[in-house]
């Protein structure tokens, strides 16, 4: 196994947080993996560092880089689910699944994620049918404190507890993912959809593709809509959309960006995996110089927060690269920003000014959490536990069976306890 020093300058994968970690483990092995764990008075596994904050910061973190490999995919016998190492990549995954004619329900906005990552903090892709990437989780392999392997599959008592585990139950090391046939993808882009649109036909809108998002920087109109559709289902119109126009190009999600990283618009058919996402897996993703945040609402409210955030428009432009709108199926994970209601999302990709971010957060804040607002755990937010607890039936639950799993907290650290699991 090798250990290694993590320098001062270690940052996430934006650069707007910097890990106080002073130790980095590299396993090769289960069994390397069980004896960090187990020793470790604090420790965290460290993924593809997409979070925006602490989320994963500890004295020690774990790279599952040496325990990871996309040759370790295995699809099971019935071609329902396939079983993954949790450290692979969603671009890797997909890769994998292609050469098997399989397909997930859905992806997120970058392939570049990591599977245990985007499963514990519940990140989502878009669509009113689509449940968010945890939903898909069929089974998974954990490392707890003590170094005992713990194996949970859906139907298991505690199984809706552990899949979105924040990070704070153990390592994941396997998980296993539901999978369908293959299917083909068209992405269309229309431009300039008016607000008062958007607010009369919003839920017709977001159900015009198997996927939709809206982009806008809160100014004269939503600049654009994205809209994914399966080509065994039925296409959106080729000409107007509600007073939006076809776009007479490629485009970036935010306005004036090279769209070259974009996955291919414009009607063009392609693989699930290379229209769902909104950026190509060759490419740097995104922006990259940026900091996110993001708010899950009760798909019903989305009208009224769209109206309070144009009333906040003055205050968050200066800030804003811009903001995707999307929806999501509810589920049943006990910490899901989507249990047990059908949900639309608020992403927020801000320039890196954190202090001044911080600033307009709370006055953001103000405006949507009496609508009900969940942050989406791996950005950048400022409500605290106590405020967020009553926003989750279960969070009494996942708080045992924190204890449950890791009774000396090795898996804890100063974010959870802020904005999770604290009184």
């Known amino acids: 196994m090798i250990e290694v020093p993590v320098a001062l300058s270690t940052t996430n994968w934006a650069g707007n947080y910097t890990y106080w970690a002073t130790k980095l483990h590299r396993p090769q092995s289960l069994e390397q993996l069980q004896e960090v764990v187990s020793a470790g008075p604090r420790v965290k596994v460290l993924g593809s560092r997409h979070s925006f904050t602490g989320i994963v910061d500890s004295a020690e973190l774990v790279s599952l880089e040496a325990m990871t490999s996309p040759d370790s995919v295995v699809v099971a016998p019935d071609r329902k689910t396939v079983t993954v190492d949790a450290g692979l990549t969603y671009g890797e995954v997909a890769a994998a699944l292609q050469r098997s004619g399989l397909a997930l329900h859905n992806l997120a906005s970058l392939p570049h994620i990591s599977v245990a990552g985007a499963v514990a903090t519940a990140t989502h892709g878009s669509g009113v049918g689509n449940g968010n990437l945890a939903t898909a989780v069929a089974a998974l392999e954990l490392v707890t404190s003590s170094g005992e392997v713990v194996r949970a599959a859906r139907g298991d008592a505690d199984f809706d507890g552990m899949v979105v585990g924040l990070g704070a139950l153990g390592a994941v090391t396997r998980v ?248």
């Open 176 to 423: 296993t993912l539901d999978v369908e046939p293959a299917f083909e993808v068209q992405q269309r882009v229309y431009d300039h959809l008016p607000w008062p649109a958007l607010f009369e036909h919003f839920d017709e809108i977001v159900s015009l593709g198997y996927s939709v998002s809206l982009f806008t920087l809160f100014g004269g109109d939503v600049d654009m809509v994205w809209v994914k559709s399966r080509t065994d289902a039925p296409a959106p119109p080729e000409g107007g959309f509600f007073g939006a126009v076809p776009a007479d190009g490629e485009r970036h999600p935010i306005p004036g960006i090279d769209p070259t990283p974009a996955t291919p618009q414009l009607g063009s058919t392609g693989l699930w995996s290379d229209r769902l996402p909104h950026f190509r897996m060759g490419f740097t993703p995104s922006n990259g110089d940026e900091i996110q945040s993001e708010y899950l609402l009760p798909r019903a409210h989305a009208v009224p927060a769209l109206e309070a955030l144009r009333a906040l428009g003055n205050r968050i432009r200066p800030l804003l690269q811009t903001c995707e709108i999307r929806t999501i199926a509810a589920d049943r994970l006990w910490l899901s920003t989507a249990h047990d209601q059908e949900s639309v999302a608020f992403h927020f990709t801000w320039l890196q000014a954190q202090s001044e971010l911080e600033e307009l957060l709370v006055d953001l804040e103000a405006a949507l959490l009496p609508l009900g607002a969940r942050p989406h755990w791996g950005k950048v937010f400022l409500a605290d536990a106590a405020t967020l607890a009553p926003r989750y039936a279960r969070h009494a639950d996942f708080a045992d069976l924190v204890q449950r799993l890791d009774p000396r907290g090795a898996f804890g650290n100063e974010w959870l306890e802020r904005h999770v699991l604290g009184s």
